[in-house]
């Protein structure tokens, strides 16, 4: 296993918890001479009730909030230059693609005391992709797997063939807006790496995809639960936190990480270069550690933390849920995304050889 997203708060209810701070959608990037605003970039329902009060309460600092719905539209939004961003969260391999072109901002330690809470084992303290956490903190971490309808299914969808191999569920299923984990996961079906790097091999995940593309009703921009929850599709390819969001508004709502393995990631807090803030963002970081805001953060979204002093504070029945917290033998089958250097273009061209199609 190569380990090291993607409630009590939905996306429909996120906002009214927020309190003192300032949250503004879509504002696109903030003047880089605003000493007292923090701006941050995050995924959707990714942050507790009280996160960003607390830290503006603790601060004075005020919050501009944005949101992205993936690694690649984050990536897009900051390659050109920053447009105004003091935090931003990518997931591994997008920090790791980051260090490599420059743009992320050393991270200086000494102003994040908080993080002595974080996870001793490596897999979080040390990762491949971010050795000595240089150019980031870890934030929450899960797998990828299958939402699904209990009552509209037969049986437990486990094996990714209901999804690429199967009719039985046509226009009833809802995939991601999110090129590797997509090919990521039609490559594990087919019994090759997440990672590959073999043009053959990532040209079969595409024709799978695009065979079977007749079956799904849309590729959702991280949005697969609300469909779910709505009943306008009886399984959803997502990311765990998402689905166990619903699973608490509708107990018919279910969700399994299919038996030939998925997607397991960890995302990530880090300084973008440009930030306007640097100072603010590092009290931030902090914040974000300190335990009690990081188990209230737990607590709301239902992912699992990598701060081990957190968890001492998350609800007993998220850390006996295997959907939150899955066991040793399912890791064991998940592997990790990382970058792929100049193979990226070979799933690109997939991706959008899917798309058209």
Known sequence: MNMFKGAGSSRRNFLAGTGAAAVALGFGGRSA??????????????????????????????VQYDLFANNEELFAKLKAGNPGYDII?????????????????????????????????????????????????PFMWGTQGVGYRISKVDGVPDS????L???????????????????????????????????DEIAQARDLLIKNKKNFKTFAPDSGQDLL??????????????????????????????????????????????????GNAHAFLDHVLDPVVNAEIANTIHYPTANLSARKLVLPEDLANPA??????????????????????????????????
């Open 160 to 163: 990714w063939g209901d999804i």
């Open 89 to 137: 969260f990518p997931s591994d391999y997008m920090v790791e693609t980051m260090i490599a072109i420059d743009m992320l901002v050393a991270i200086d330690h000494s102003k994040i005391p908080n993080m002595k809470h974080i996870d001793p084992d490596p897999n979080f303290s040390d990762p491949s992709f971010n050795p000595g956490l240089k150019f980031g903190v």
């Open 229 to 278: 929850l709505s009943g306008e599709v009886d399984l959803a390819v997502e990311w765990n936190g998402d689905i166990v969001q619903v699973m608490e508004e509708d107990d018919d709502l279910a969700y399994v990480v299919p038996k030939e393995g998925g997607m397991v990631w960890m995302d990530n807090m880090c300084i973008p270069k440009g930030a306007p803030n640097p």
């Open 165 to 199: 191999a199967s009719d039985k569920y046509a226009g009833r299923i809802a995939l991601l807006e999110d090129v590797r984990a997509m090919i990521g996961f039609s490559l594990k079906y087919l019994g090759f790496p997440m990672n590959s790097v073999d043009p």
């Open 33 to 62: 001479s605003a000493s007292g605003e923090l701006n941050v970039y995050n995924w959707d329902t990714y942050i507790g009730e009280t996160t960003l009060a607390t830290f503006t309460e603790a601060t004075g600092v005020k």
């Open 324 to 357: 939150i917290y899955p066991p040793p033998e399912t890791l064991a089958r998940c592997e990790q995304i990382v970058d792929v250097g100049d193979a990226a273009r070979l799933y690109d061209e997939a991706w959008t050889a899917i798309k058209a199609a």
